[in-house]
């Protein structure tokens, strides 16, 4: 039977029976216009060091093929946008004799190799270099770009060991002041600046955009005791680091390779920082990255309406969260879409440990498991919203829309957590809203622990202007209507 029959059976049946099924309506207006969709993904490091070898876990994340893993059939991702991290971390003694002090609770597989071994020279070709480590985070790029992936951003987690004052390179002394001597930021610079050149002449990667800051203002994750690659830094020195790296790529031909920042933690802090910059600095910025790690709190609004006015690009360039649901990720995604109207989002590490991970992975034993509820609720939204697609607005606070102009394709994601209740889509605003009777292909996950894992089905159709589905509790569900005109 066709879903209209089930639904009509359902409206015989409300009719006599008085605990009427709730219906809702959302009306998707075209009119509204946040930005061309630029893509998804996910930063490498961590994941890519242990598993950068493996062309299946490439093939599940940079295609929408149909991928078979560990037996089970996974649609893929197709994500198009990496980040690269810049490691920070050697074994070498520096010329005075130092070596890197190293904090006592960050894992091997969070210590990421640096290529600048000295400050001895400056010469990518001298022996202060090393081009051969990090072998595995760059084949995963390469298999990543191979694939598709086209937007590549090079990011610092902290300036390598050397440049910091205590030679730590997972945070000052106390955490809350600068560790990157003043004396070394333009050599912070200059390190990222030759690896982007080195990239672009020997990888044939050329960064879209590097980041020389992550979560610049955090204090209490970064020190000594840290248990991954971290620095803070003052607003003041972002200000006065940014011009360096701006003139230093602009020195090695990469005018085109813009500078984001500063990859603060949360959406408030990113407001802060972005208002403390120097005008100079903010000169030299191409693109916002903020991290999503505020959830539900925050004025996305705010951090919007700032960098737009500045006519900067925003990205949400990390998230992560502990529920594997997928519960978490589709409330704070959904947020992002109303209100902070990122062009890009990326996960911070796909494999992770259980409930971080969309496939749960050791990075140390090196072993993977199985995908979550949440690898499936992130296909909803990334096999269907797809970089040049046109974000509108869903009409309420549960849909996001996004329009293929080319395709004239319309792309619904809609989720309910509320008890199961039919959902009505309205698409009367639209000037062709598809065509009567024509077919609506949807996908469903179960957002939880079990159930749906992006199921397809062809039972929902336009009746005149609008079509519907029945939802039900925590399901998510993504449609695609051909023949639509804005
Ligand atoms: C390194 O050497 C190569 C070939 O000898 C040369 O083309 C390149 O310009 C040099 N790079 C730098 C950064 O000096
Ligand atoms: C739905 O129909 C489309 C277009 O005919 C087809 O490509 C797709 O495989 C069908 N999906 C299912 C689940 O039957």
């Known amino acids: 039977m066709h879903f209209r029959g089930l639904l009509a059976l359902a409206v015989a049946l409300l009719a006599t029976r008085p605990t009427a099924l709730a219906d809702e309506t959302t009306t998707i207006n075209p009119s509204a216009n946040f930005g061309t969709w630029e893509g998804w993904g996910t930063s490498l490091a961590w994941w890519a060091k242990a598993f950068g070898t493996q062309t299946t876990l490439a093939d599940i994340f940079f295609t929408r093929n149909t991928v078979t893993f560990n037996g089970q059939t996974l649609p893929g991702l197709g994500l198009n946008v990496i980040r690269y991290n810049a490691g920070a971390t050697s074994t070498n003694k520096d010329p005075d004799g130092d070596v890197m002090v190293t904090s006592p609770d960050i894992k091997a597989s969070r210590q990421m190799d640096a290529f600048w071994l000295d400050w001895t020279s400056t010469n990518a070709n001298s022996s202060s270099w090393s081009w051969t480590v990090d072998a595995n985070q760059r084949n995963m790029m390469a298999l990543a770009i191979a694939?598709?992936?086209n937007l590549v951003e090079l990011f610092s987690?902290?300036?390598?060991?050397?440049?910091?004052?205590?030679?730590?390179?997972?945070?000052?002394?106390?955490?809350?002041?600068?560790?990157?001597?003043?004396?070394?930021?333009?050599?912070?610079?200059?390190?990222?600046?030759?690896?982007?050149?080195?990239?672009?002449?020997?990888?044939g990667v050329t960064f879209t955009s590097v980041e020389a800051f992550n979560e610049p203002s955090a204090s209490y994750w970064v020190g000594p005791t840290g248990t991954q690659e971290g620095c803070h830094f003052d607003v003041n020195t972002m200000s006065n680091v940014i011009p360096f790296l701006r003139s230093e790529l602009n020195a090695r031909g990469l005018t085109n390779t813009i500078v984001s920042a500063s990859d603060e933690k949360t959406y408030d802090i990113a407001i802060t920082t972005f208002n403390g910059l120097?005008?100079?600095?903010?000169?030299?910025?191409?693109?916002?990255?903020?991290?999503?790690?505020?959830?539900?709190?925050?004025?996305?609004?705010?951090?919007?309406?700032?960098?737009?006015?500045?006519?900067k690009k925003l990205w949400n360039s990390e998230y992560g969260d502990s529920d594997g649901t997928g519960s978490q990720l589709v409330s704070n995604l959904m947020l992002d879409f109303v209100w902070l109207h990122p062009?890009?989002?990326?996960?911070?590490?796909?494999?992770?440990?259980?409930?971080?991970?969309?496939?749960?992975?050791?990075?140390?034993?090196?072993?993977?498991?199985?995908?979550?509820?949440?690898?499936?609720?992130?296909?909803?939204?990334?096999?269907?919203?797809?970089?040049?697609?046109?974000?509108?607005?869903?009409?309420?606070?549960?849909?996001?829309?996004?329009?293929?102009?080319?395709?004239?394709?319309?792309?619904?994601?809609?989720?309910?957590?509320?008890?199961?209740?039919?959902?009505?889509?309205?698409?009367?605003?639209?000037?062709?809203?598809?065509?009567?009777?024509?077919?609506?292909?949807?996908?469903?996950?179960?957002?939880?622990?079990?159930?749906?894992?992006?199921?397809?089905?062809?039972?929902?159709?336009?009746?005149?202007?609008?079509?519907?589905?029945?939802?039900?509790?925590?399901?998510?569900?993504?449609?695609?209507?051909?023949?639509?005109?804005?």
């Not at 945070?171 to 390190?191: C, F, I, P, R």
């Not at 996305?300 to 700032?306: A, E, T, Y």
């Not at 009367?428 to 949807?442: E, H």
């Open 157 to 203: 987690n902290s300036p390598v060991w050397w440049m910091c004052y205590n030679l730590n390179p997972s945070g000052s002394t106390d955490g809350s002041s600068d560790n990157l001597e003043s004396w070394n930021w333009d050599q912070h610079a200059v390190y990222l600046a030759t690896v982007a050149q080195w990239a672009a002449t020997h990888w």
């Open 147 to 149: 694939r598709g992936a």
């Open 343 to 486: 062009t890009a989002w990326v996960y911070w590490q796909v494999l992770d440990v259980s409930g971080w991970g969309l496939i749960t992975a050791d990075n140390d034993a090196k072993t993977t498991g199985a995908p979550s509820q949440k690898y499936f609720v992130l296909a909803q939204f990334t096999r269907h919203i797809r970089p040049g697609m046109r974000i509108i607005d869903g009409g309420s606070s549960y849909t996001v829309s996004a329009y293929d102009a080319t395709a004239k394709k319309l792309v619904i994601v809609a989720v309910n957590t509320g008890a199961a209740q039919i959902i009505n889509f309205d698409l009367s605003k639209f000037t062709t809203p598809g065509t009567n009777g024509a077919l609506v292909q949807r996908w469903a996950t179960q957002i939880g622990s079990s159930g749906m894992q992006y199921s397809a089905f062809n039972d929902t159709f336009i009746s005149g202007t609008k079509f519907w589905s029945n939802f039900g509790q925590n399901v998510i569900m993504t449609f695609e209507v051909s023949n639509v005109v804005i």
């Open 278 to 311: 120097s005008s100079t600095a903010l000169a030299d910025v191409g693109r916002i990255n903020v991290h999503g790690y505020q959830g539900g709190g925050g004025r996305r609004d705010i951090l919007f309406s700032d960098v737009s006015a500045k006519g």
